[in-house]
């Protein structure tokens, strides 16, 4: 490649910069991911499995939380994967198992059983096709505007939430539950995968040069041991759980809470959609705020937001303060995905950042499987979601006021490349854009 090539001209603010188009990518990547066409709208199939199948809601929040658990689980492993191969390569493969894992749900048996075993399945292939790998990767492009990139990317899962759950709901009902299912296996198959392995490459980027004295890849970041013994990495984890519980509980449920106050499952999947069209503009007025100020008063708000509006949810007896509620809630919920990166590379550098990345989702994750059973538990006792979705508010709301003790940034990223630093980056700057 010539380096008069204008690709190398072009700082991250422009719209021409090479990594940009990488965002795109990625951003579909996420939206063919187990994140939009698993978990986001697990909710709309609830009622058709009680129907058909005779389980209870209990039962099958059982399911949802073991896909979670196997992401929890694999989740570290496959970032320390993330951080020592190309992330691509792996995300390729795990997305074409992931969507042989939806597939398979078409079959499924009245044996509990069944749904079990393939719900883990798809969360240990799911591990490779959510933000993990995409904010890898997008990380390796990006400093000055990190934020704004990441917005774009984890925006994916918000569009899918937008308008995956209408077309979803309608395609159950004219079509039924299994054919949905065979429809929703083609989108990892035939658009994430591919598009990932062909238009998804990391920019591999060398130490920049540092004194004799100084740590051994200091420039780089911390190790993962030495980022877990920080008190930052714990807020962090503190904050990602209290949203977790809040969002996953009342995602997996929202559907049939909504309708058992009278609203109509297609104005519930209606209402999901709203909760994700918030979540994108919040995603991405978030990511461009991230690149201006600190992100501790960000994840704050955040946290307050997502908090209030699930309370008002909880309680919302027609659809029209149900649409309001979503909408406060949704700007808030599903934030932590352009957090969590964020500050992690903000605060331990990019050596460990898909393991640390990991490591924090696992918290989330974990904390994902345990609502949803929690929330199915407390309905099938006593038929109402009301006073644990207030608990579930009140401890987000805490966790916001927590997030205000962070210490500053110590990656902080906004010091302009020097001329020789820039020369060193061109040659792994060509390479990777020649690969596009």
């Given at each position: 490649?010539?380096?008069?090539?204008?690709?190398q001209?072009?700082?991250?603010?422009?719209?021409?910069?090479?990594?940009?188009?990488?965002?795109?990518?990625?951003?579909?990547?996420?939206?063919?991911?187990?994140?939009?066409?698993?978990?986001?709208?697990?909710?709309?199939?609830?009622?058709?499995?009680?129907?058909?199948?005779?389980?209870?809601?209990?039962?099958?929040?059982?399911?949802?939380?073991l896909?979670?658990?196997?992401?929890?689980?694999?989740?570290?492993f496959?970032?320390?994967?993330?951080?020592?191969?190309?992330?691509?390569?792996?995300?390729?493969g795990?997305?074409?198992?992931?969507?042989?894992?939806?597939?398979?749900?078409?079959?499924?048996?009245?044996?509990?059983?069944?749904?079990?075993?393939?719900?883990?399945?798809?969360?240990?292939?799911?591990?490779?096709?959510?933000?993990?790998?995409?904010?890898?990767?997008?990380?390796?492009?990006?400093e000055?505007?990190?934020?704004?990139?990441?917005?774009?990317?984890?925006?994916?899962?918000?569009?899918?939430?937008?308008?995956?759950?209408?077309?979803?709901?309608?395609?159950?009902?004219?079509?039924?539950?299994?054919?949905?299912?065979?429809?929703?296996?083609?989108?990892?198959?035939?658009?994430?995968?591919?598009?990932?392995?062909?238009?998804?490459?990391?920019?591999?980027?060398?130490?920049?040069p540092?004194?004799?004295?100084a740590?051994?890849?200091?420039?780089?970041?911390?190790?993962?041991?030495?980022?877990?013994?920080?008190?930052?990495?714990?807020?962090?984890?503190?904050?990602v759980?209290?949203?977790?519980?809040?969002?996953?509980?009342?995602?997996?449920?929202?559907?049939?809470?909504?309708?058992?106050?009278?609203?109509?499952?297609?104005?519930?999947?209606?209402?999901?959609?709203?909760?994700?069209?918030?979540?994108v503009?919040?995603?991405?007025?978030?990511?461009w705020?991230?690149?201006?100020?600190?992100?501790?008063?960000?994840?704050?708000?955040?946290?307050?937001?997502?908090?209030?509006?699930?309370?008002?949810?909880?309680?919302?007896q027609?659809?029209?303060?149900?649409?309001?509620?979503?909408?406060?809630?949704?700007?808030?919920?599903?934030?932590?995905?352009?957090?969590?990166?964020?500050?992690?590379?903000?605060?331990?550098?990019i050596?460990?950042?898909?393991?640390?990345?990991?490591?924090?989702?696992?918290?989330?994750?974990?904390?994902?499987?345990?609502?949803?059973?929690?929330?199915?538990?407390?309905?099938?006792?006593?038929?109402?979601?009301?006073?644990?979705?207030?608990?579930?508010?009140?401890?987000?709301?805490?966790?916001?006021?927590?997030?205000?003790?962070?210490?500053?940034?110590?990656?902080?990223?906004?010091?302009?490349?020097?001329?020789?630093?820039?020369?060193?980056?061109?040659?792994?700057?060509?390479?990777?854009?020649?690969?596009i």
């Amino acid at each position: 490649m010539n380096r008069s090539d204008p690709a190398q001209a072009y700082p991250e603010e422009s719209l021409f910069y090479p990594g940009w188009r990488v965002v795109l990518v990625c951003q579909l990547g996420v939206l063919s991911g187990v994140a939009t066409i698993f978990f986001t709208i697990f909710t709309l199939f609830i009622k058709p499995w009680q129907h058909d199948f005779g389980w209870s809601r209990e039962q099958i929040s059982q399911s949802f939380s073991l896909a979670a658990i196997s992401v929890a689980i694999c989740s570290p492993f496959m970032g320390r994967l993330f951080d020592r191969f190309e992330p691509r390569r792996l995300i390729t493969g795990m997305m074409v198992a992931f969507g042989l894992g939806l597939a398979s749900l078409a079959g499924l048996t009245p044996h509990l059983g069944r749904l079990c075993l393939t719900t883990v399945f798809i969360g240990i292939a799911g591990t490779g096709t959510y933000q993990l790998g995409y904010a890898r990767i997008v990380a390796s492009w990006f400093e000055r505007r990190l934020g704004t990139a990441l917005s774009v990317v984890v925006a994916g899962s918000g569009l899918g939430s937008l308008f995956f759950p209408p077309l979803v709901q309608h395609s159950i009902t004219v079509y039924g539950w299994r054919h949905t299912y065979l429809i929703l296996a083609a989108l990892p198959l035939f658009i994430g995968a591919p598009l990932t392995f062909f238009f998804a490459p990391s920019l591999r980027v060398p130490s920049i040069p540092k004194p004799a004295d100084a740590e051994p890849n200091a420039a780089t970041g911390l190790g993962w041991r030495r980022a877990l013994a920080t008190r930052s990495f714990w807020l962090i984890a503190l904050g990602v759980c209290s949203m977790s519980l809040a969002e996953n509980g009342a995602l997996v449920h929202l559907a049939p809470m909504l309708s058992d106050r009278g609203l109509r499952l297609e104005d519930a999947a209606l209402i999901v959609s709203v909760l994700g069209a918030a979540s994108v503009a919040g995603r991405l007025l978030l990511g461009w705020i991230l690149d201006f100020s600190e992100g501790s008063y960000i994840a704050a708000g955040s946290l307050l937001l997502a908090g209030a509006g699930l309370f008002l949810l909880s309680r919302s007896q027609s659809f029209h303060s149900a649409v309001a509620a979503a909408t406060i809630a949704g700007l808030g919920l599903g934030c932590e995905f352009d957090l969590m990166p964020y500050m992690l590379k903000r605060y331990f550098g990019i050596r460990s950042f898909a393991t640390l990345y990991g490591l924090v989702y696992t918290v989330y994750a974990a904390a994902g499987a345990v609502a949803p059973l929690i929330l199915g538990h407390i309905y099938d006792v006593t038929g109402s979601y009301i006073w644990i979705m207030s608990i579930f508010s009140g401890f987000t709301a805490a966790a916001g006021l927590c997030m205000l003790t962070l210490p500053a940034y110590r990656y902080a990223g906004f010091a302009p490349l020097s001329s020789n630093s820039r020369s060193s980056l061109e040659p792994a700057a060509e390479a990777a854009i020649e690969s596009i």
